[in-house]
T-cell receptor, first 111, second 112 residues
């Protein structure tokens, strides 16, 4: 059964810093992996989707990488801003049948 | 232009009641999902429908019954509500099975 973990559980950084969020999964036979952000009391916003055949995806200041063999993905945020403060979730898709979510990393970017 | 919408946003009800949550997507997607986010913020899939057909039913009590009248709608009916059903319920959709998901704003259900 696929299990997804995220480290750290919470992170606080000063504005302007580059940072990395980690996502680990136990079964490397995945179809794709998706990163989301969730603002308090709100729904999830899709950030990036990486297919199993891809190594990375970029959108603006965000870069997500995928290493299937080691069961890891990272989300790199460049030049962080207070508006980046949110909970970041990764979700692993087991060949189109099921999305398994990690517990999330709560990010605070201090002005 | 709301992509995935849910009603109601908040729902407070007593134990034993029956309630429904509605979800609609205007993205033309084939696949829709229901997720439950508990008090510890863990998101867990409950159901998945593709072209109105149930494809995932994750060990959810049979008090929960999804209904998909058409591809754009997936409703969730809950019978005999229990305290443990209190959570935020999210609807999501994707163009096809396993592709990028788009989430609704959530329905906060409180059972007293």
């Amino acid at each position: 059964k696929q299990e997804v973990t995220q480290i750290p559980a919470a992170l606080s950084v000063p504005e302007g810093e580059n940072l990395v969020l980690n996502c680990s999964f136990t079964d490397s036979a995945i179809y794709n992996l998706q990163w989301f952000r969730q603002d308090p009391g709100k729904g999830l916003t899709s950030l990036l989707l990486i297919q199993s055949s891809q190594r990375e995806q970029t959108s603006g200041r965000l870069n997500a990488s995928l290493d299937k063999s080691s069961g890891r993905s990272t989300l790199y945020i460049a030049a962080s801003q207070p508006g980046d403060s949110a909970t970041y979730l990764c979700a692993v898709n087991d060949y189109g049948q099921n999305f398994v979510f990690g517990p999330g990393t709560r990010l605070s970017v201090l002005p | 232009d709301t992509a995935v919408s849910q009603t109601p946003k908040y729902l407070v009800t007593q134990m034993g009641n029956d309630k429904s949550i509605k979800c609609e997507q205007n993205l033309g997607h084939d696949t829709m999902y229901w997720y439950k986010q508990d008090s510890k913020k863990f998101l867990k899939i409950m159901f998945s429908y593709n072209n109105k057909e149930l494809i995932i039913n994750e060990t959810v009590p049979n008090r929960f019954s999804p209904k998909s009248p058409d591809k754009a709608h997936l409703n969730l009916h809950i019978n005999s509500l229990e305290l443990g059903d209190s959570a935020v319920y999210f609807c999501a959709s994707s163009p096809r099975i396993g592709s990028e998901q788009y989430f609704g704003p959530g329905t906060r259900l409180t059972v007293t």
